[in-house]
């Protein structure tokens, strides 16, 4: 992944995959009978490849440590409901802060939690996932006892996550994850804690410090994919048995798609136009009257692992 | 200036657990000189680098630098102070370009409100290598997609961005070809000139003797003299090192080529990408056939090769007894070949499994009883009858691997082997970082083997050693072999060397 | 120079204690109740499904990789099993028909991790989420109408597998077949000696791509084995089935000390312990009265983390101990043993 990329070169990569990517919208259009190209088709895939690109860019931060964690989708669920509660007592305001807050919070718990246990990752990343699930069951149960339901944003609060607001959101994300990941110390710093731990450390690079800033900057913006969420749905369904696994896929497949077009296009920049090719794909699927949720998500698993095999074509390394 | 002492210790002492890795080590550097630390595995020479680098604390005794109390917290301390390191044990961040590589942990100074400046320094670096005559590098790759050589002269400038008083160089030139070689040299040399001094270590003897000034030697822990090199011989290097007198020849007496009628391997229009062009040998039973050249010559690449390792390889490696072609390492594996690779500790053992699994790998095939199954009493049997005929040093064969020495360990990697029926051996630097004493042990079985009717390729990085032990040589450059030796008059340091570079 | 046989091994004492120590737990915290539910036999009843896919996972976690797809794989083969049967119309068929299918998605796993290099645990959660997602599809009415696996009853050879006489030996031989494919052949120490170090195994010359391809397919196979067991119990297939298969079977794997890494330290009889381990956290919490799917995801969550945790520590423990010298970990880089 080469940060500091030809910058002719990439934008001349980014116009064509834009290219590429209207074509195609033309097309299916055409073979939708109009249906796809209605501006509030268009606005839904936008704002579902927004939603989609937060995470991804938290993904990133992770990555860039070296990990692999499943608990996000989790995560994002818990900024959801702390979000929609103190949206509902604070408005807007109380929105957004809820859902940073409780994102820096637990991806900063997170990440200590995988550089001080040694465990794998992405097991200790699923055994997380279960017990935040577990924890929003007990936030159910206790919303039941009291006999209210789930919470349900009031819909004046909603305007973040929603046309025109979220493309500010949008423009503002993109801007600060890519002076964050590329060119910041703590970028660097995250790589190189990732990449090797050890020569990082002895090389001074204060690795506590990393891990910390990283899970805040990380927590930054799932806490936005979260309170985003519940902003536009206003009610969000609680998850379990591993369904908050759900919520990632898309954005793990962009990453993917993403990490695969990296040599042209700087990683932070590709994920949105990954995003929004996957939700181009999703649409076209339900136009055509699969029901959500069923053949999409195969199709997403044959994505995952058709870009997993490219990615991976000429490894040497050893894989498990 | 010269001559005065710009490092010292005195008495410095560090215990790993039950072993004492220091004892009262007395060592004093001085200005304007290069000093090599000599030792088997395990006589402390590292543990006393690490020490002076930072990298490990000491339990007890000092450390004086320019003539003040020096106790180093971190590499980067020791590079604060003016000591600049190229450890085995660093190296370079993989995820990160070679340039800010070279300057990672000390980028304040590029960085305004969090931003990195990269071009600028990479205009320091490119800066750097001029002043010192190293080459050019992409500073804009990053340096885990680089190969070794690259990587250790990113560590190279790494350790000289500091502009550093002492130079410390822990095992480094048996990464680098030979022009870096030289430039590397040419930088000592430079050194010397502006007063500053080297430290440094290398188990090729032949080359600290030729470069240093003085020499520590430490055994078991302890320092067993300081010398000037201009003073001992290489003879009596050894014998301080070890202890004991060498016991008659270490490597082959006679002085004539000898093999048998059979060809145990014949290799056809060997090509593997660019680093080995279109090779063809034969390879006789009972001749020992040494393949020597630099780094990027492709030698290590013909080992993988010969035994089915390398995807890429073209041509046909086919043993005669059976015209069974190899082409992979289960297919070599199955007809008998043999291979012991250069990194035993990551490419040849299992180093958290006991020692009994390590050894029974390669030979299973053969332990099945009769209803296919592997029984723990034959590999039990096969296990220990191996760990004693080889005089390897353990508790038990339930032992891990990590807990055995280089030179045990080497002795498992290779002896595993012998038990089974093989029809070709192949070596890759057999004797690297292992201790005299195994290395004789290792040169004596080889004999015994070619006695045995075993034909077997020598691949080393050690001249001196193919030319002990070797029947013929393929000098290689590369990716071709450039020149043929036959043992006798044909065998000298000079032959090859011509060829090779 | 003593020439002993091999040491106990510490990660095995562990789960023995693990086991014993949960126990003792929820003994007092139920008041005794935990022992009157408490039978060999329920326990492998309510278990049996995730004990058998464990055995065939136990090849997966030997090499070091990862099956999330296990469950899906039930699922998915189980309704190809029973759709086709009911088109045919002759119920025996669902059982080969199963089998085949799930053998063939873990060879697909096989070739996808072993031959093509993607990284197991990507390939097997992205089968986790893709898979379910077509398990849903085929109870939709669209798909009904060509599969019709929802009008399936259980009947014929498979209603065989509930009664006793039939489940527990056919149980205890699964178990013993793979003890010994494991413990006792070459493929079982080739799978073991990929998780210790893969570059090795290759080095010497052990067949990788073909013993990931068969360790796969072994997981795989299993996960269809269980599904049979499932079809004798549930007499369908349904929306969930083999819903968190892979969760419950990796809390068992690590509660029984098994390292993520595999490799030799990949016992049977820790499976076994671990399997009782969980199986005893989860009847313990129900006695309490936690609701279930609190519960299950809690013990789940923190059996992963927890055991993971010690296990992890017990190896450095056991590590150090065995290793002459070792370099501190104030600076944890690259070992060099002296001696």
Redesign the interface.
């Known amino acids: 992944m080469d940060v500091t990329g030809n910058l002719k070169k990439m934008v001349i990569s980014i116009l064509i995959l834009v290219l590429v990517i209207v074509a195609f919208a033309f097309i299916f259009n055409i073979a939708c009978d109009g249906k796809f190209l209605t501006g509030s088709n268009i606005n839904q895939i936008l704002t579902n490849s927004i939603l989609a690109s937060f995470i991804a860019w938290g993904f990133c931060f992770v990555f860039a440590l070296n990990y692999m964690d499943f608990s996000i989708g989790a995560v994002i669920m818990l900024c959801v409901y702390a979000s929609g509660e103190l949206g509902n007592i604070l408005g807007p305001v109380g929105l957004v802060i809820a859902g940073i807050v409780v994102g820096v919070v637990v991806m900063t718990f997170n990440f200590s939690l995988f550089a001080f246990l040694k465990i794998p990752s992405w097991v200790a990343g699923l055994g997380l996932a279960l017990i935040y699930e577990a924890i929003i069951s007990v936030y159910q149960r206790y919303k039941e006892s009291v006999g209210a339901n789930l919470v349900m944003l009031k819909s004046e609060y909603g305007i973040l996550g929603r046309p025109p607001l979220i493309y500010v959101m949008f423009i503002i994300g993109i801007i600060l994850a890519y002076i964050l990941y590329n060119r910041s110390s703590l970028g660097l710093n995250a790589r190189s804690v990732g990449s090797n731990q050890a020569v990082a450390k002895a090389m001074g690079i204060n690795v506590t410090k990393t891990l910390i800033l990283t899970g805040v900057v990380c927590g930054i913006f799932i806490g936005c994919a979260g309170f985003l969420r519940e902003s536009y749905s206003l009610l969000v369904n609680v998850p379990s048995s591993l369904s908050s696994l759900a919520v990632i896929f898309p954005p793990f497949a962009a990453i993917f798609i993403a990490q695969v077009i990296s040599r042209w296009i700087n990683m932070i920049i590709a994920v949105p136009l990954c995003a929004v090719i996957i939700y181009i794909c999703y649409n076209v699927l339900s136009l055509v009257g699969i029901p959500s949720g069923t053949i999409s998500e195969f199709m997403l698993a044959l994505f995952i692992i058709v870009f997993g095999i490219i990615a991976q074509r000429g490894t040497k390394e050893v894989v498990k | 200036m010269a001559g005065e002492i710009i490092l010292k210790t005195e008495k410095l002492c560090k215990t790993?657990?039950?072993?004492k890795?220091n004892i009262d080590v007395d060592f004093e550097l001085r200005r304007g000189e290069v000093h090599g630390l000599v030792g088997e595995?395990?006589s402390g020479k590292?543990?006393l680098l690490?020490q002076i680098a930072g990298?490990?604390?000491s339990d007890s005794g000092r450390i004086e630098l320019q003539g003040e109390v020096y106790e180093p917290h971190?590499?980067?301390d020791a590079y604060d102070h003016g000591i600049g390191i190229v450890v085995?044990?660093?190296?370079?961040?993989?995820?990160?370009?070679a340039g800010?590589n070279v300057f990672?942990?000390?980028?304040q100074r590029f960085?305004k409100f969090?931003?990195?400046n990269?071009t600028k320094i990479n205009e320091e670096v490119r800066e750097i290598a001029k002043e010192w005559d190293l080459g050019d590098l992409p500073l804009?790759?990053?340096a885990?997609a680089m190969n070794v050589e690259s990587r250790k002269q990113v560590e190279l400038l790494r350790a000289l961005a500091v502009d550093p008083e002492i130079l410390i160089l822990d095992e480094i030139t048996q990464a680098l070809s030979y022009d870096n070689r030289r430039r590397l040299y040419a930088i000592i040399e430079k050194f010397k000139a502006m007063g500053r001094s080297i430290l440094m270590i290398s188990h090729d003897l032949e080359e600290i003797m030729a470069t240093c000034d003085r020499l520590t030697v430490l055994r078991d822990g302890r320092v067993v003299d300081t010398v000037e090199t201009s003073a001992i011989s290489m003879n009596d290097l050894k014998r301080m090192m070890v202890g004991r007198e060498m016991e008659g020849e270490y490597y082959r007496v006679d002085n004539e080529p000898s093999r048998r009628e059979s060809i145990a391997l014949s290799v056809e229009n060997l090509s593997v990408t660019d680093e080995v062009k279109d090779m063809s040998f034969d390879i006789y039973d009972g001749e020992i056939v040494g393949f020597c050249g630099l780094s990027g010559s492709g030698i290590h690449t013909i080992g993988k090769a010969l035994?089915?390792?390398s995807d890429e390889a073209k041509g046909k490696v086919r043993l005669r007894k059976n015209e069974a072609l190899i082409d992979?390492?289960?297919?070599?594996?199955?007809e008998g070949m043999a291979?012991v690779?250069k990194e035993r500790d990551?490419?040849?053992?299992?180093?958290?499994?006991?020692i009994?699994?390590n050894i029974t790998?390669?030979g299973?095939?053969d332990l099945?009883s009769k209803a296919?199954?592997?029984?723990?009493g034959a590999l039990?049997k096969t296990a220990?009858k191996a760990?004693?005929e080889f005089s390897v040093?353990?508790?038990?064969?339930?032992?891990?691997m990590?807990?055995?020495?280089?030179g045990?360990k080497q002795k498992v990697n290779l002896g595993r082997w012998i038990a089974k029926d093989l029809s070709c051996l192949v070596l890759d630097c057999p004797t690297r970082g292992v201790d005299v004493g195994a290395k004789a042990y290792i040169y004596n079985l080889l004999k015994s083997l070619k006695a045995d009717g075993l034909g077997m390729i020598l691949i080393s990085d050690e001249l001196m050693e193919v030319l002990g032990m070797a029947d013929r040589i393929f000098v290689v450059k590369d990716g071709e072999i450039a020149r043929e030796l036959k043992r006798g008059d044909e065998f000298t340091e000079d032959n090859i060397i011509e060829v090779m570079l | 120079m003593k020439i002993r046989r091999a040491k106990m091994d510490v990660s095995m004492l562990t789960s023995v204690i693990l086991m014993v120590g949960i126990f003792v737990v929820f003994l007092f915290l139920t008041g005794g109740n935990e022992i009157s539910k408490f039978s060999l036999t329920n326990i492998i009843d309510s278990s049996i499904i995730y004990i058998i896919a464990g055995l065939g996972y136990l090849f997966v976690i030997a090499m070091g990789s990862a099956d999330l797809s296990i469950g899906a794989n039930l699922g998915i083969s189980c309704i190809i099993g029973t759709s086709l049967a009911t088109i045919w119309g002759v119920d025996w068929t669902a059982i080969p028909v199963t089998l085949a299918a799930a053998l063939g998605i873990g060879l697909i796993n096989g070739v996808l991790v072993g031959r093509l290099k993607v990284p197991s645990f990507m390939v097997t959660v992205a089968w986790l989420l893709g898979i379910r997602g077509m398990i849903i599809y085929t109870q939709t009415e669209v798909f009904e109408e060509l599969f019709p696996t929802m009008y399936y009853q259980t009947a014929g050879p498979l209603l065989l597998l509930k009664e006793s006489f039939v489940k527990y030996p056919l149980f205890v031989a699964l178990i013993v077949v793979v003890y010994l494919v494991l413990t006792h052949t070459k493929f079982g120490h080739y799978c073991r000696s990929i998780g210790e170090n893969e570059l090795v195994a290759r080095n010497v010359g052990v067949p990788i791509k073909n013993v990931k391809l068969w360790a796969f397919g072994l997981s795989g196979l299993m996960a269809g084995v269980a599904g049979l067991f499932y079809l004798a119990r549930n007499g369908g297939t349904n929306n969930t089935i083999g819903q968190n298969l892979e969760v419950d079977v990796i809390a068992c794997i690590f509660a029984g000390c098994i390292l993520v890494t595999g490799g030799y330290s990949t016992k049977l009889p820790k499976l076994l312990l671990g399997c009782f381990t969980f199986a005893i956290l989860k009847n313990g919490l129900g006695l309490m009265g936690y609701n279930t799917a609190f519960a299950k995801e809690l013990s789940q969550g923190l059996v992963i983390i927890l055991i993971m945790f010690a296990v992890i520590k017990m190896k450095d423990w056991e590590s150090k101990r065995a290793v002459t010298i070792t370099r501190e970990d104030e600076v944890a880089l690259t070992d060099r043993a002296i001696s």
């Open positions: 790993f657990g039950p072993t890795a595995n395990g590292s543990t690490s990298i490990i604390g971190s590499p980067l085995q044990e660093l190296g370079v961040i993989g995820n990160v370009p800010v990672i942990g000390r980028t960085t969090g931003i990195v990269t804009n790759k990053l885990g035994y089915g390792l992979s390492s289960q297919k070599a594996l199955h291979y690779p990551w490419e040849g053992l299992m180093m958290q499994a006991n009994r699994d790998l390669p299973l095939d099945k296919g199954f592997v029984w723990n039990n220990n760990v004693s040093k353990c508790n038990s064969i339930a032992q891990e990590g807990g055995l020495s280089g045990n």
